[in-house]
């Protein structure tokens, strides 16, 4: 007697043949339940990451950026959770994890605010090699802390005036 039977409700030949990798983009389907409801909710992003293929285990990673704040989800590839997986976009990439993405984007963010925190020219930050000997700093450390806080004063006492 050779009987089928499904002990799950996710159709696993159909997801053993779902063809993506690392670099695609995907739309994973999510069932959410919330107070006694099911809804579906989508999760689309970049495939960073997918590990033991097509057994019983397998799992990919999906890494999307959200208000400029990177979010990245592991899904198991034959949950009943996982209602059903789009491909959007194909893409060729030469590496089959792509963890180095999760670096580059916060590289790339900090470079762009480095970039407008720059309000000056490289002409008005140069100084004169004259102008830097003259600065020759001849007080202790100590004396140099006195000397500032006694201007300070100075000038808070002429403001307020």
């Known amino acids: 007697?050779?009987?089928?039977?499904?002990?799950?409700p996710v159709n696993i030949e159909e997801r053993k043949k779902l063809n993506f990798k690392a670099g695609d983009t995907i739309r994973v389907s999510v069932?959410?339940?919330?107070?006694?409801k099911t809804r579906l909710q989508?999760?689309?992003g970049l495939v960073i990451a997918r590990k033991?293929?097509?057994?019983?285990?397998?799992?990919?990673?999906?890494?999307?950026v959200s208000n400029g704040v990177g979010v990245e989800r592991i899904f198991p590839l034959f949950s009943p959770v996982v209602?059903?997986?789009?491909?959007?976009?194909?893409?060729k990439t030469r590496r089959s994890k792509l963890y180095f993405l999760r670096e580059k984007?916060?590289?790339e963010i900090r470079r762009k605010l480095r970039s407008f925190s720059v309000f000056f020219?490289?002409?008005?930050?140069?100084?004169?090699?004259?102008?830097?000997?003259e600065e020759k700093i001849e007080e202790t450390p100590e004396e140099a802390v006195e000397a500032t806080t006694e201007e300070t004063k100075e000038e808070s006492s002429e403001e307020a005036k």
């Open 121 to 133: 020219t490289d002409k008005e930050l140069e100084v004169p090699a004259s102008e830097m000997e």
């Open 83 to 91: 209602d059903k997986v789009e491909l959007v976009k194909k893409s």
């Open 31 to 36: 069932r959410i339940q919330e107070k006694g």
């Open 105 to 107: 984007t916060s590289k």
């Open 1 to 8: 007697m050779n009987t089928a039977f499904q002990l799950t």
């Open 52 to 64: 033991h293929g097509t057994e019983q285990g397998a799992t990919f990673t999906v890494r999307k």
């Open 42 to 44: 989508a999760f689309e």
